[in-house]
């Protein structure tokens, strides 16, 4: 079992930036692929970028893509979103997952075993 913990999540304007951890606790994060996913109140869950185990494989959704870059430091059972050039519409709720037993979990929620409770990111216009 694994233990995850979102933290960075804040309130920025349009143009910032903004790194969002996850610290995964229990089991050796190294063992689990990881994904950030967000949700806007009234919507579904929607993903955002994955990694796979060893760090080499990413994937992101088209609308984050040359902004947000994800990466993991197994060494600190971490998990990182960085956030670059943030968007109004970039505000929402961000979930860390994470899914044992397979090398890269992809882009749905439902392949994904563990979540965290969610850091709030709000960008403003």
């Known amino acids: 079992q694994v233990q995850l913990v979102e933290s960075g999540g804040g309130l920025v304007q349009a143009g910032d930036s903004l790194r969002l951890s996850c610290a995964a606790s229990g089991r050796t994060a190294g063992s689990y692929a990881m994904g950030w996913f967000r949700q806007v109140p009234g919507k579904e869950r929607e993903f955002v970028a994955a990694?796979?185990?060893?760090?080499?494989?990413?994937q992101y959704v088209d609308s984050v893509k040359g902004r947000f870059t994800i990466s993991r430091d197994n060494t600190k059972n971490t998990v990182y979103l960085q956030m670059n050039s943030l968007k109004p519409e970039d505000t929402a709720v961000y979930y860390c997952?994470?899914?044992?037993?397979?090398?890269?979990?992809?882009?749905?929620?439902?392949?994904?075993?563990?979540w965290g409770k969610g850091t709030l990111v709000t960008v403003s216009s």
């Open positions: 997952a994470a899914r044992e037993g397979i090398t890269f979990a992809g882009t749905r929620a439902s392949a994904y075993g563990h």
């Open positions: 990694i796979s185990l060893g760090g080499r494989t990413t």
